[in-house]
């Protein structure tokens, strides 16, 4: 044990400049994590934070695929935590999958809880996030799973890799922003920055602030591990002069492709070659919201620089304009762009008979509320159910047969048909209520998710814990059962945990069920969270201990 948290320690070493080193091996990785009230400085003022570590961005985790990784954590502060291991298949292993009341009960102040899985099959960049309250808007960090030894990349290996983690930035509490528009009934405030790596770069409010910067030497290839770690709002991300070739998304392999913008959805990870090809200089590298819709949204560019080694601090930046904030055909070009590698070494195997084919709508609503200034609050819902979250954890329910703490009876589709993206449509008031779908063991699933009108249509990033997925078609506005599954793509489709519902379109995704456990879904804007958009699909055991969930660990935290 002594050796592995060596080698652990030697690891993190490196990654605090965020370079990665394939040289210190392990079969088991060990990792504390101490969740603590740290102060920093952002737009040049000063706020305590809840951080990992004291690290924000909190540490990389860093292993090889099919490694077991445990981390201890340690919870110093006021509020509950639970971590979640994003992207992470937790095949068998629920219990350390780590959102809140789904799959455990949070990790209360003065607690501890040791989180242990193995990356099976699995090799990319994952991240992980607090998984209770808006915790995750400081406590989050990437996870590198680099290929077995020996094993390479199937694209030519860069020089360096770098991570970097995108994210928004609060002058305020987040937890106070969130709380007082739950009792207000309205949206919350937007952020007052993005950031890249923890940095916004120069604002107006804070012009000595410099920002990340990114040191290449000419003539080299750099992997960008691109992560977006905000709470609210899908980003695009350019880099002056300088192309980028995406070779993987959510830690699967894709058909490598060449483009000047990424679109990345809160959730979504990106891998992306750099040449460092052109003039030695300084380039800005810029991060800006996408939005499509009339939703307000933080419209400051985050700015970090790319700089060539020998160049003197006093040259001049070249720089870049980041798209538009309502950019839809840039959007549209990157997601459209993006296959699965489908090789004899990476196959895509996609299910290609369906056992369960759903509709699920979602979208906004409003519920009464008395104590609200409106006397009304917002609500989110999919198929019309606002979820209700649960005070004992549903996987524990599940596991010891806890009879009132949900049902089985979630809707395979909308109970009340409509024009989903009519521009008719006000406002419908939504159910309430623990949900659940559930699923036979090896089941296939074919999942439509349509985004509705109702207050106003929006983009939607949807995350399914617990599996991969496969993308077979999207399109905007009505799904049509009849025509539109003859144009889904089941040879070679990007297969994610994270994917954006268009604003007025929909998405279809496939998965076998064969994981089982209770496994969360839901839209990856926090606010919609908050709100309710979300349900979890319950996986029946199959047959025999190899396909049952496993017993849970003897220090799982009680509610």
């Known amino acids: 044990m002594a050796g592995a948290w060596l080698c652990v320690a030697a690891t993190m ?7 990665l080193s394939t040289t210190v091996e392990c079969r088991t990785r060990n990792y504390k994590f101490n969740v603590v009230m740290t102060n920093t400085t952002k737009l040049c003022k000063s706020k305590p934070i809840v951080t990992v570590n004291g690290r924000f961005p909190g540490p990389t985790i860093v292993a090889r695929e099919d490694d077991t990784v445990t981390v201890k954590v340690v919870n110093h502060v006021k509020y509950n935590v639970s971590i979640h291991w994003h992207g992470i298949r937790q095949l068998r292993t629920g219990w350390a999958d780590g959102p809140a009341y789904i799959t455990q009960c949070p990790i209360q102040p003065g607690g501890v809880y040791v989180y242990k899985f193995t990356l099976t099959g699995q090799r990319g960049t994952l991240w992980w996030h607090a998984h209770v309250l808006w915790l995750r808007a400081t406590v989050h960090g990437s996870i590198v799973i680099l290929p077995k030894l020996g094993v390479p990349y199937p694209f030519p290996k860069p020089n360096k890799e770098v991570v970097v983690v995108l994210g928004e930035w609060w002058k305020s509490d987040t937890e106070a922003v969130i709380n007082q528009a739950q009792k207000s009934g309205q949206a919350p405030n937007v952020s007052d920055a993005h950031t890249i790596n923890g940095n916004p770069g120069p604002m107006p409010s804070c012009l000595a602030n410099g920002g990340f910067k990114l040191p290449v030497d000419e003539g080299k290839t750099y992997m960008l591990r691109i992560i977006n770690a905000a709470l609210n709002e899908e980003l695009f991300f350019r880099i002056a002069n300088h192309k980028l070739t995406v070779v993987e998304v959510d830690a699967v392999y894709v058909k490598p492709f060449t483009t000047d913008t990424i679109l990345i959805a809160p959730g979504q990870t990106t891998n992306a070659l750099i040449t460092a090809s052109q003039k030695a200089g300084k380039y800005l590298m810029a991060v800006s919201p996408f939005m499509d819709a009339p939703i307000a949204v933080d419209n400051l560019t985050a700015t970090a620089s790319l700089r060539y080694s020998g160049v003197l601090t006093s040259t001049a930046m070249k720089l870049v304009a980041p798209p538009p904030q309502n950019a839809t055909p840039v959007a549209n070009a990157f997601m459209n762009s993006l296959r699965s590698l489908n090789s004899k070494t990476y196959p ?14 979602i979208g906004l609503g409003i519920n009464a509320c008395p104590t609200c200034v409106n006397g009304s609050r917002v609500v989110a819902s999919i198929n019309n159910v606002t979820f209700v979250m649960p005070t004992t954890a549903l996987l524990q329910a599940h596991y010891f047969n806890i ?47 349509q985004d509705t009108g109702i207050l106003t249509p929006e983009s939607h990033p949807i995350h399914l814990h617990g599996f991969n997925f496969f993308v077979v078609g999207r399109g905007i506005g009505n799904f049509n059962p009849n025509k539109d599954p ?74």
Not at 516 to 545: I, Q, R, S, Y
């Open 348 to 361: 895509a195997n996609v299910p290609l008979t369906v056992d369960h084919s759903l509709f699920f709508t």
């Open 403 to 449: 009879s009132g703490v949900f049902t089985d009876d979630f809707p395979s589709k909308p109970l009340m048909p409509f024009n989903y993206t009519g521009s008719q449509l006000t406002s419908f008031s939504t159910n309430t209520g623990t949900k659940l779908y559930r699923l036979a063991y090896n089941s296939t699933v074919q999942l439509v998710l």
């Open 486 to 559: 003859k144009n889904f793509n089941l040879v070679d489709p990007v297969e994610r945990n994270t994917v954006g519902v268009p604003t007025g379109g929909w998405t279809a995704i496939r998965f076998k069920a064969d994981n089982p456990g209770v496994w969360f879904m839901h839209c990856h804007l926090e606010v919609h969270t908050t709100w309710g958009l979300k349900m979890a699909f319950v996986v029946d055991n199959g047959k025999g201990p190899n396909e049952s969930v496993i017993p849970p660990p003897s220090d799982l935290p009680k509610c």
């Open 13 to 19: 070493v490196v990654l605090l400049a965020f370079a």
